[in-house]
């Protein structure tokens, strides 16, 4: 009679044998995730392609003034003032951002000034940080878990293509993807992502590995900076992973290469705030008045912004105060006590969930209110706040990963959500499409939108519908009454309708609110000639015969110019210059430099203009 043979266990289990604990297949893990770049290649090639629409949208905000209008950045010939950092002490709209300014002048070497350009670089660097982090997510992986059978490698590989996905395709990245003027947090998060990366390569015992990616994570940290003040976060979270991962191991190499990151990142925002030049507009204020209140009022844009990481509709291009008067402090507050409780035992149960707790709120406080801000919230500011929300959601599906039901009841909302978050996002590009259709569905959102009601103005005053227009302006004069550009538009506006006393009226109370010539003050005499600008104390006469050669018209003490292109300092599109020494408002000469949509009323007593030149100098 033949024996009956001891049936084997089954090793497809997601537990290791109770005997011995399995190791993480070197070979395996290696093979499959790190030498094989085809996942992480599809997930950026699928990123890509739901952002292809985007491509097609035009220039938006800042962006149009930056590319089309300021004229640094399409000059190539201004690539040293950038590299040597002379730009920190220039009155410039990214002068305090160098490595932005940078990006931009590569691309408009290559591109001009056609939109299409800018808009395929900004798509592949989203993709390109998919890559890195589904890359730096599998590294972590590796030193998270041990003792998992080859199917429980696969469902690492799922997870983290999911929560990677679900990055990849939030419509809260739409915004710094789509306006080309918000490329900077892209910037920041690729060179977070690039650094952490260096630092999983870093070999202490290894001089010359040691050296090379130290060196690399260094450079991130400083380019990082560069691109945006939140870059800082580089060096804080360099010393997190070390602090999380690395602590145990020989400390005096770690030591030159954290040291290094951390003085790199101090030296530049030294630099930054030593050289600025005086700024050209108010200031902003803190949040409800005071630096107290803000934290107040903080909670309350944190938790409003949490409900659009799980709930992304009714987003907005200019949040306002008015958009989390639903939610009371008290209410806030009790809620984000909960999410950190969460957070901080999220934290002490797995280091890839304490390094993403520690990614979102780096991340996020340095884009907070505790300095003031001109935009008190917006979507980009999660860009790099959203990996450490993917971070915490894969650390909680790895420590579910041994229960089989438990994975899958986790897993599975997060594949379902892929659908709705792709439609939304794809929808959220249509806005991004031009100034009409963006401000248009921010009105929807924040009626109560200043800038929002500006700039569909000057959308509808690209489209000649002047009465739509002064409407617009209007309301924002309502909601910001002493906001100079507000007068300035309105005028403009005015203009175009052959209302010229009214719109003189609007000019001077602009230069009102801007005092005079404090404006020009910041520039010096070179400066103010690249601008195509001179101050001199001619006699009236004297300056009307330089208008007229200048084929520009006095009209009741206004010289009006319209310009193809303007290349004036931080979208103040008016300037003063005195006509005589005294600086009494009466005694000024008032010089309007329209937009070249602007078109003058035959009813203005002016001089008939065939051609306008691309700069305006007044000389003595």
């Known amino acids: 009679m033949a024996k009956r043979?001891?049936?084997?266990?089954?090793?497809?289990?997601?537990?290791?044998?109770?005997?011995?604990?399995?190791?993480?297949?070197?070979?395996?893990?290696?093979s499959i995730f790190l030498s094989n770049l085809s996942l992480p290649l599809l997930l950026a090639l699928t990123t890509f392609i739901i952002y292809w629409p985007s491509l097609a949208s035009d220039f938006i905000y800042d962006g149009r003034f930056e590319i089309l209008e300021e004229g640094f950045i399409t000059n190539f010939s201004n690539l040293p003032a950038v590299l040597s950092l002379k730009v920190l002490g220039m009155n410039l709209m990214l002068g305090s951002r160098p490595g932005s300014l940078l990006y931009l002048m590569l691309i408009a070497a290559v591109w001009g000034?056609?939109?299409?350009?800018?808009?395929?670089?900004?798509?592949?660097l989203h993709a390109a940080n998919v890559a890195l982090l589904f890359i730096f997510l599998l590294r972590l992986a590796k030193a998270e878990i041990t003792g998992l059978a080859r199917n429980g490698i696969r469902r690492i590989q799922l997870a983290i293509a999911a929560v990677t996905l679900i990055f990849a395709l939030h419509p809260l990245a739409v915004e710094p993807v789509s306006a080309i003027n918000y490329c900077s947090d892209l910037l920041v998060t690729f060179f977070t992502l690039l650094a952490l990366l260096a630092a999983t390569a870093f070999k202490p015992e290894n001089f010359r590995i040691a050296l090379l990616t130290g060196a690399i994570g260094t450079f991130c940290a400083f380019t990082a900076v560069t691109c945006k003040e939140s870059g800082l976060a580089v060096a804080l979270l360099l010393i997190v992973y070390w602090f999380l991962f690395r602590r145990n191991e020989a400390k005096k190499p770690w030591f030159w290469f954290l040291g290094g990151a951390m003085m790199v990142t101090a030296a530049f925002l030294a630099a930054r705030f030593a050289f600025a030049p005086t700024a050209s507009e108010p200031a902003p204020t803190y949040l409800?008045?005071?630096?107290?209140?803000?934290f107040l009022i903080q909670p309350q844009l944190w938790i409003f912004m949490m409900g659009k990481l799980f709930w992304p509709t009714r987003l907005s291009a200019d949040y306002v105060l008015e958009n989390v008067d639903g939610l009371p402090t008290s209410v806030a507050l009790v809620i984000l006590v909960l999410v950190v409780a969460l957070q901080v035992r999220l934290a002490s149960q797995s280091r890839i969930g304490a390094m993403g707790v520690a990614v979102y709120w780096v991340g996020l406080i340095t884009v907070s209110n505790f300095i003031p801000l001109f935009r008190i919230l917006g979507d980009r500011f999660y860009y790099l706040p959203l990996v450490g929300v993917t971070m915490q959601l894969l650390a909680l599906l790895l420590m579910i990963l041994r229960w089989r039901d438990g994975f899958w009841a986790v897993l599975a909302p997060c594949l379902i959500a892929l659908l709705p978050l792709t439609l939304l996002t794809l929808m959220r590009e249509d806005v991004f499409a031009d100034e009409f259709t963006l401000w248009s569905d921010t009105l929807q959102v924040s009626p109560l939108s200043a800038s929002a009601h500006t700039n569909l103005g000057k959308a509808f005053l690209q489209k000649g519908q002047v009465d739509d227009a002064m409407a617009q302006f209007q309301k924002?004069?309502?909601?910001?009454?002493?906001?100079?550009?507000?007068?300035?538009?309105f005028g403009v506006a005015l203009l175009q309708k052959g209302q010229l006393k009214e719109a003189i009226a609007q000019f001077q109370k602009a230069l009102e609110i801007y005092q005079g010539l404090k404006a020009l003050a910041q520039f010096s005499p070179s400066q103010l000639a690249a601008l195509g600008l001179h101050v001199t104390h001619a006699s009236p006469a004297r300056l009307k015969r330089m208008a007229s050669s200048l084929q520009a018209s006095v009209v009741h003490g206004v010289v009006i110019v319209t310009l193809s292109k303007v290349a004036v300092q931080r979208r103040l599109l008016l300037c003063a210059v005195t006509a005589r020494p005294t600086l009494a408002l009466g005694d000024m000469l008032i010089v309007c430099v329209l937009p070249s949509c602007v078109q003058l009323t035959p009813s203005l007593d002016r001089k008939p203009v065939n051609e306008f030149p691309d700069r305006v100098t007044l000389t003595q």
Not at 8 to 15: G, L
């Open 5 to 30: 043979t001891k049936k084997k266990p089954s090793q497809n289990r997601i537990s290791a044998s109770k005997s011995k604990p399995k190791d993480f297949p070197k070979k395996s893990f290696f």
């Open 113 to 124: 000034k056609h939109p299409f350009g800018y808009h395929l670089c900004s798509n592949l």
């Open 288 to 294: 409800g008045g005071s630096f107290f209140q803000v």
């Open 476 to 489: 924002a004069m309502e909601l910001v009454p002493n906001y100079a550009d507000n007068h300035y538009n």
